[in-house]
């Protein structure tokens, strides 16, 4: 008897997790189905499951498919479960080639065919609360939100378009998504937009897809104009739609913490926020060859300027550039200085000078420091007066940190706008007038 194992979440369950069931079940005579509990779901870092462990366990029971069902809920369990169900063949969707070939010291692994399209009339109860999601362009934070959104349950990815169909194919056929060299074709079938597209065609996408009725996640930065951000704001609101600026440092569960420590009082009050971002770039990349909207600014800029409007909010009295520039005249590094009424900031950017890449918040009783990568914020550390008092906290980013933002912009066009105050739309339209100032500075203020 050819004994199979598979697991997974299957929540929401649709009809890419039954024809998964029905091959693993064809691949021998008697299937284990592994279905993961809340706690360890939380703890590999799958967001926004919806259905119970019980929901989840009667359906997958539904499908006949299943001699046995077991629960997983833990890491390295699977070895254990391979050893003592004596397992000829381990199996799981093809999202996860590669995350499994370990277990072949143990057993014979195969990885499945996903399956791309997951609408079905057999299901249709079921898949109107999974929203499909088409993603425009197919850069590189493009490739990293795939994975990243295949953790969130209740959206999957449906499609990719980039009007350059070389690379639309090569995407699709990499992530095993649907390619459209159309929009028209493209919104037809999709629910959500992510647009990741260069910066300066965030505009046009944005607009058309939420003519179209598709809410909008927008790469940052949204917009590089203050009019832009606010009619495209007012626009989402007419059509009913979720418009979202995807800073993902805002959405992560580690800066969450470090904003609720700083605004609780146990620094005193906020006089002064310094931001530092670098990253050193080839020569050849986009960042430093695109004369009108690439630079240091543009490519750093929002994540840096989350603390300091966060923090001081939108009404600074006066913002002040100093920048070294290379030789084909962008921004290499850039020093952006902001007054408030109560405090001053910098914000520091890089792709031509490496800095430190600190955050750090000054109060009357102490100081919040965050060392780089503090815009994936794992671990922060509160000073005082006395330098042997020291508070720290730590918390968890998994994998690129996209999910986070992608969960809230799924439960916000949920209905669940809770998370709608960790990025509000002044403060992206702030950010957007910021760039745009910048730009005028630069006198690259054609778009
Ligand atoms: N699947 C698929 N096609 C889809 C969606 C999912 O073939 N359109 C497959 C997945 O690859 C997986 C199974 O269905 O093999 C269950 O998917 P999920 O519930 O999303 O579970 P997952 O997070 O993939 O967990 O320990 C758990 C396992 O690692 C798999």
Redesign the pocket.
Known sequence: MVKVI??????LF????Y???RRAKDLGDYLIV?V?TEK??ME?G?LNVVDSLLTRIENVKKTGLADEIII?EAPGQ?VNDVKKYHIDIF??????VG??DYMSDYCKVVY?????N?SSTMLREQNRRILKAGIIGTGRIANRFIPEV??V?GV?PQGVYNPRKNSAEAFAERWEINVYDNLEAFYKDVDVVYVASPHQTHYEYIKSALEHGKHVLSEKPMVLKRKQAEELFAYAKERKCILFEGIKTAYCPGFEKLLGIACSGMIGNIRYVDACFTKLENEDKRELNDLEYGGSLTELGSYCLLPVIKLFGCQYEDVRFDVIHGENGLDLFTKVSLTYPKGIATVTCGLGVKSEGRLLIAGTKGYIVAEAPWWKTTYFEVHYEDPSHVDKYSERFLGDGLRYEIKDFISMINGNDKSGFKLTRSESIAMAEVMEKFLVVENRNKY
């Open positions: 598979t697991y997974g979440t299957f929540d649709h009809e890419g997790h024809r998964l069931l592994g993961t360890y779901d590999r799958k997983e699977k199996t799981v969707g093809s999202d996860w995350a499994f499945l065919d996903r399956t791309k997951i295949k953790r349950s999957s």
